[in-house]
């Protein structure tokens, strides 16, 4: 029995803003970086539908709650793994509509062992309360995040959670305390930025331009980090989404 390589990639999609104009980019990133897990943020019915077309070596939770096709969902190669359960469990984020923590349990068929793969697009920096109190909503969220997480995982069970975290800085530092390290800290390396990709989001001079690291993968000690970057991917002058996605890659050993 060896080790197991895994291409994690996680991407808020940005629902379907400007799609005509960034559907191919997406569809050739997705077929480029190839990934052996995904998970999405800002997901739609209609990119839902579309990466179902993209992806057709991946499964993805089938569930009837709403969320999984209007917010989140997680792919897998289905040669690699197979799932074993899932579950959305309400973490309170404030924003409106139907974020949650959602998760999945995935057995590796390669290995005795299954792993636990969590996704989360937490408060948006600009929530009115946020803006009016100065005081962020998103450390609550992300320690309930992680309370579910440690009840969640088996013993010697690698955990990767990822996804929008709308924060720089503490909801990592929240999370590295708990034992889930960020790819870019595991390997010394500095996170580039993440948000905003403006050839996509269109943003014009005289505007407020942002420019941060707030799309995250941790993994917790039973995954060995082994490559991450954030790739800049364009097609024809399009760039896939107004973020830039994270990949990083993990060997789990036998």
Same mark, same amino acid.
């Given at each position: 029995?060896?080790?197991? =390589?895994?291409?994690?990639?996680?991407?808020?999609?940005?629902?379907?803003?400007?799609? $005509?104009?960034?559907?191919? $980019?997406? =569809?050739?990133?997705?077929?480029?970086?190839?990934? +052996?897990?995904?998970?999405?943020?800002?997901?739609?019915?209609?990119?839902?539908?579309?990466?179902?077309?993209?992806?057709?070596?991946?499964?993805? /939770?089938?569930?009837?709650?709403?969320?999984?096709?209007?917010?989140?969902?997680?792919?897998?190669?289905?040669?690699?793994?197979?799932?074993?359960?899932?579950?959305?469990? +309400?973490?309170?984020?404030?924003?409106? *509509?139907?974020? =949650?923590?959602?998760?999945?349990?995935?057995?590796?068929?390669?290995?005795?062992?299954?792993?636990? /793969?969590?996704?989360?697009?937490?408060?948006?920096? =600009?929530?009115?309360?946020?803006?009016?109190?100065?005081?962020?909503? @998103?450390?609550?969220?992300?320690?309930?995040?992680? $309370?579910?997480?440690?009840?969640?995982? @088996? @013993?010697?069970?690698?955990?990767?959670?990822?996804?929008?975290?709308?924060?720089?800085?503490? /909801?990592?530092?929240?999370?590295?305390?708990? *034992?889930?390290?960020?790819?870019?800290?595991?390997?010394?390396?500095?996170?580039?930025?993440?948000?905003?990709?403006?050839?996509?989001? $269109?943003?014009?001079? *005289?505007?407020?331009?942002?420019?941060?690291?707030? +799309?995250?993968?941790?993994?917790?000690?039973?995954?060995?980090?082994?490559?991450?970057?954030?790739?800049?991917?364009?097609?024809?002058?399009?760039?896939?989404? +107004?973020?830039?996605?994270?990949?990083?890659?993990?060997?789990?050993?036998?």
């Amino acid at each position: 029995m060896t080790n197991v =390589r895994i291409n994690i990639i996680t991407y808020n999609i940005w629902n379907t803003e400007r799609w $005509a104009q960034r559907e191919n $980019a997406l =569809r050739a990133f997705m077929q480029l970086f190839d990934p +052996d897990l995904l998970c999405v943020q800002e997901l739609r019915r209609k990119s839902r539908q579309f990466l179902d077309t993209v992806l057709t070596g991946h499964e993805r /939770v089938q569930d009837k709650f709403a969320g999984w096709m209007l917010e989140s969902n997680i792919y897998w190669r289905e040669s690699m793994f197979s799932e074993v359960e899932h579950g959305a469990e +309400d973490v309170q984020i404030r924003e409106a *509509g139907h974020r =949650r923590l959602f998760w999945v349990r995935l057995q590796v068929k390669a290995l005795d062992r299954s792993i636990v /793969v969590g996704t989360a697009h937490l408060t948006h920096q =600009r929530h009115p309360e946020e803006s009016r109190t100065g005081q962020s909503p @998103r450390i609550g969220e992300i320690e309930r995040i992680i $309370a579910v997480l440690q009840r969640l995982t @088996r @013993r010697r069970e690698p955990v990767f959670f990822m996804g929008d975290m709308n924060d720089p800085v503490h /909801v990592t530092e929240h999370l590295h305390k708990a *034992g889930y390290t960020s790819c870019f800290a595991a390997l010394g390396i500095q996170p580039p930025v993440t948000f905003k990709c403006y050839p996509t989001a $269109a943003v014009t001079p *005289g505007k407020l331009a942002i420019s941060e690291c707030i +799309d995250w993968i941790v993994a917790n000690k039973e995954a060995r980090p082994l490559a991450a970057s954030v790739p800049q991917f364009f097609l024809d002058d399009a760039s896939p989404s +107004d973020h830039w996605p994270v990949q990083a890659f993990y060997e789990l050993r036998a």
